[in-house]
Structure formats: C-alpha cells, structure tokens
C-alpha cells in the first residue's frame, strides 16, 4: 500500500504560480509511475502531466510550456510547478501512482484502474 499527500494548492489571480507537492508513505521512485491528474465541477477527471521512472514528462496539451511535472529521486517527493495560471486551471489536483500512467495516453486510459490515490488539493483560479 502507498499513501499519497498533496499539498501547496490555493488561491491566486491569473498569472500566478502555484507548486504543487505529493509525498508518498514509502518510497515508490522505482515501482511506479506518477502522475497529476485534476477535476474541475461538472467535469470528469483528466490527466494533467506524467512522469515515468526515467524521469520523462508527458504533459495535455493545455498546461504545455506552463507546468513542470518533476521527481526527486532523494526524498522521492513529486512535483508540479504551475505557472501562467489561468482561470480554467481552478480544479482539485490529485496525485496518482501505479504503474500503467507512465504516458499522458496511458494514465487517460487507465484512469478508472489507478492503484493509489492522494485526498486532492484545490486549486483556484480568479480572473
């Protein structure tokens, strides 16, 4: 079993920037993939960026040249650096673990099968 805790979401204006923190209970760095994933009201969950175990980011096409999914092999930490944020971001955030999310096609397939799952953290967005 694998706990996941997110941190760091809130509330800014368009344009800022926000980094998103998910620790995990043991170490995972080697077993799985990561993934953020976000749902926004009335909206099916969607996979926001991936991140293999070799440290290679997929990201929706939407948060492009914005966000940065990134691992800390030392503590085993996962990442997502928000910048340019723009209303249609606001969201719950979840970071996800298992080892079918490698790729952002992967983990949009797979997203009714993930192992383990952080509690969300929100984020909003103002214009």
């Known amino acids: 079993q694998v706990q996941l805790k997110e941190s760091g979401g809130g509330s800014v204006q368009a344009g800022g920037n926000l980094r998103l923190s998910c620790i995990p209970s043991?170490?995972?760095?080697?077993?799985?993939?990561m993934a953020w994933f976000r749902q926004a009201p009335m909206k099916e969950r969607e996979a926001v960026a991936t991140?293999?175990?070799?440290?290679?980011?997929n990201y929706t096409d939407s948060v492009k040249g914005r966000f940065t999914i990134s691992r800390d092999r030392a503590n085993d930490n996962l990442y997502l650096q928000m910048n340019n944020l723009k209303p249609e971001d606001t969201a719950v955030y979840y970071c996800?673990?298992?080892?079918?999310?490698?790729?952002?096609?992967?983990?949009?397939?797979?997203?009714?099968?993930?192992?383990?799952w952080g509690q969300g953290t929100q984020v909003t967005v103002s214009s």
């Open positions: 991140i293999d175990n070799d440290g290679n980011p």
């Open positions: 996800a673990a298992d080892l079918l999310i490698c790729t952002l096609v992967d983990a949009t397939r797979n997203e009714p099968f993930v192992d383990f």
């Open positions: 043991r170490s995972v760095y080697s077993d799985y993939c």
